[in-house]
């Protein structure tokens, strides 16, 4: 934590920490760092359909079709939102 705060002080950077529940209860113990928090947002965790439009949407911009209907894809969409329980892409 006193790393983060370091680089945040140095470069003066906006920094975003992301998937940690709870950590503006630790972050309670840095006063250093935990002075420099604009805000803490909960997100909800996204839904199958949603996912799917995510890998949809970022596969197509890589030029690789996703066919929904095929059951290796359903299994892949499936994978991911068990895996990151989602929240993709963390």
Known sequence: MEQIR??????EIALI?????????????????????GFAHAFKAL?????????????????VEVKFEDFMD???V???TRITQ???FS
């Open 6 to 11: 370091a680089i945040y002080d140095k470069y």
């Open 47 to 63: 839904s199958k359909e949603e996912i799917s439009f995510i890998i949809k949407h970022y596969c197509n911009s890589l030029g």
């Open 86 to 88: 989602g929240f993709p």
């Open 17 to 37: 920490l992301i998937r940690m529940p709870g950590i503006e209860k630790r972050l309670i113990r840095f006063p250093q760092l935990y002075s420099r928090i």
């Open 78 to 80: 499936s994978a991911v």
């Open 74 to 76: 359903q299994e892949a």
